[in-house]
Nanobody, 124 residues
């Protein structure tokens, strides 16, 4: 399984943008689906966005649809999450993850490798 190292995140005002990146090393990045999850204090880890191993299929939670964009570059073994129109309720620790399969899934149990997490804080 791949080792995933995240970068990006930080503090931004509501309405602003941030970009998260996730670099994979070790075993293959493709042909596995990838995803982003987030966890706010005292809450479960929730699915945010997912992308198939080819990159041609994406899926978003209703809370981030039309604001966030997931993408991947299999040649560079990188995954990204562009977050626009951020809201205070987007505040959480964000995790990238590698799925055990090739298609998009929202179930965290289907993911086998996780990044270290990165804090995103949106102020009102």
């Amino acid at each position: 399984q791949a080792q995933l190292v995240q970068s990006g995140g930080g503090l931004v005002q509501a309405g602003g943008s941030l970009r998260l990146s996730c670099a994979a090393s070790g075993r293959t990045f493709s042909p596995y689906a990838m995803g982003w999850f987030r966890q706010a204090p005292g809450k479960d880890r929730d699915f945010v966005a997912g992308i198939s191993w080819t990159g041609d299929s994406t899926y978003y939670s209703d809370s981030v649809k039309d604001r966030f964009t997931i993408s991947r570059d299999n040649a560079k073994n990188t995954l990204s999450l562009q977050m626009d129109s951020l809201k205070p309720e987007d505040t959480a620790v964000y995790y990238c993850a590698q799925s055990r399969g090739r298609i998009v899934t929202t179930n965290p149990l289907a993911f086998r490798s996780w990044g270290q997490g990165t804090q995103v804080t949106v102020s009102s």
